[in-house]
Structures are given as structure tokens and as C-alpha cells.
T-cell receptor, first 110, second 114 residues
Framework: EDQVTQSPEALRLQEGESSSLNCSYT??????LFWYRQDPGKGPEFLFTLYSAGEEKEKERLKATLTKKESFLHITAPKPEDSATYLC???????????FGTGTLLAVQP | NAGVTQTPKFQVLKTGQSMTLQCAQD?????MSWYRQDPGMGLRLIHYSVGAGITDQGEVPNGYNVSRSTTEDFPLRLLSAAPSQTSVYFC?????????????FGSGTRLTVV
């Protein structure tokens, strides 16, 4: 069964304390791994798309990487405004639709 | 540029009532879709459309209808609301289904069925 699993469910960091969020996937014929940010009461906002193992994308304090089984979202020296839920999704499988994980709730304390 | 606009933002329905969740986009996107988001579960696809006049079912279509008469609008109809349909509903759009730059999501409709 095609599946995307994110860990941890929740993460609390101090401002400036770098860490990584994990997205494990078992999506047959992966045609893109997507990262979104979701603020409370808002819809998800697109961050990155990764297509092949070894690929990396960066945006400000965020860097996404992809292997054949996982994707990581590295957050370097986070600030309180980075607090949000981060969603991972893989496109592929029999339907070629996005399969979303349940997200990681990140809280960055000043 | 408004992006994707969803109305209403909040709604309470009684079991058995029907209603329509509205979604409109002003980006001339061909692909539009509806998702529901429930605690502890990832976003799940309800219905989608690859262009005006074309719709198809997603992962959880039962109890919902859609139509796409224009490029801009993609309403979601609840035929006979049930408590299991209590959820947050998101509409999303993109230039194409396999959009490499991700989908643009609306801000959601929080629906409670009592």
C-alpha cells in the first residue's frame, strides 16, 4: 500500500536550535516528493518539490533532501516564525495522486 | 490576485441537511481538487477536475458531488450531511495535475455536522 509517514508528530525547539523532520515513503513509481507548510487556520503552502534521490532544495532556513526511501526537511537556526505544521506528500502509485503524511507540528520558542 | 477563495469559512449543519462548499480561483488553473483534513490523518482527496466539464473521484468520494461548469469554479456538494463528514475541507488548484510547483490551497471550510 502506498504510504507516507512523518516523524516526529510534534517537535519543540529553542530559537537557533537546528533539527530535521523526517518523511518516510513507500510510494510506487514516485513522481515527486512535496513539502508544504501549514499555519493554524490556513491552507497548506507549497515549499519544495524533489524528484530524484540526492536532490536538494533550499529556501531561507529550510533545506529539503531526498533519498530512495526518505525525505528530510532540515531547519537551520530556526526562528519563532518557523513554527507551523510541515506536511510531506508523495505523488505516484496506481492513481498518480498526492499521498499526504499526517504532518509534523513544529514549535520554536524564543 | 486572490488565488483560491473558499466560502463559507465555518458551517454547522444538522444531520441530513445538504449544502454546497464554494471554491473559486482566478489563476486560470485547469486542475482543481477537494481535500478533507481530519486529526491524525493526512489530507485525503475527495474529487478532482482536470478542466471544465471533467470531474473524477478521489480516495473518499462517497457522500459528495462535484461539477465543473467553468474553469474558475469547483463547488463541492454534500448531499445528506452525516457526522462523519465533520472535517476541514480544502480546495486546491494548479496549472496541471502533475504541477511541479505544487498546488495552491484555499484557506479552508470548517464543517461541523451535528
Amino acid at each position: 500500500e502506498d504510504q507516507v509517514t512523518q516523524s516526529p508528530e510534534a517537535l519543540r525547539l529553542q530559537e537557533g536550535e537546528s533539527s530535521s523532520l523526517n518523511c518516510s515513503y513507500t510510494v510506487s513509481g514516485l513522481r515527486g516528493l512535496f513539502w508544504y507548510r501549514q499555519d493554524p487556520g490556513k491552507g497548506p503552502e507549497f515549499l519544495f518539490t524533489l524528484y530524484s534521490a540526492g536532490e536538494e532544495k533550499e529556501k531561507e532556513r529550510l533545506k529539503a533532501t531526498l533519498t530512495k526511501k526518505e525525505s528530510f526537511l532540515h531547519i537551520t537556526a530556526p526562528k519563532p516564525e518557523d513554527s507551523a505544521t510541515y506536511l510531506c506528500a508523495g505523488r505516484g502509485g496506481a492513481t498518480n495522486k498526492l499521498i499526504f503524511g499526517t504532518g509534523t507540528l513544529l514549535a520554536v520558542q524564543p | 490576485n486572490a488565488g483560491v477563495t473558499q466560502t463559507p469559512k465555518f458551517q454547522v449543519l444538522k444531520t441530513g441537511q445538504s449544502m454546497t462548499l464554494q471554491c473559486a480561483q482566478d489563476m486560470n488553473h485547469e486542475y482543481m481538487s477537494w481535500y478533507r483534513q481530519d486529526p491524525g490523518m493526512g489530507l485525503r482527496l475527495i474529487h478532482y477536475s482536470v478542466g471544465a466539464g471533467i470531474t473524477d473521484q478521489g480516495e473518499v468520494p462517497n457522500g459528495y458531488n462535484v461539477s465543473r461548469s467553468t474553469t474558475e469554479d469547483f463547488p463541492l456538494r454534500l448531499l445528506s450531511a452525516a457526522p462523519s463528514q465533520t472535517s476541514v475541507y480544502f480546495c486546491a488548484s494548479s496549472r496541471e495535475a502533475a504541477e511541479p510547483y505544487g498546488y495552491t490551497f484555499g484557506s479552508g471550510t470548517r464543517l461541523t455536522v451535528v
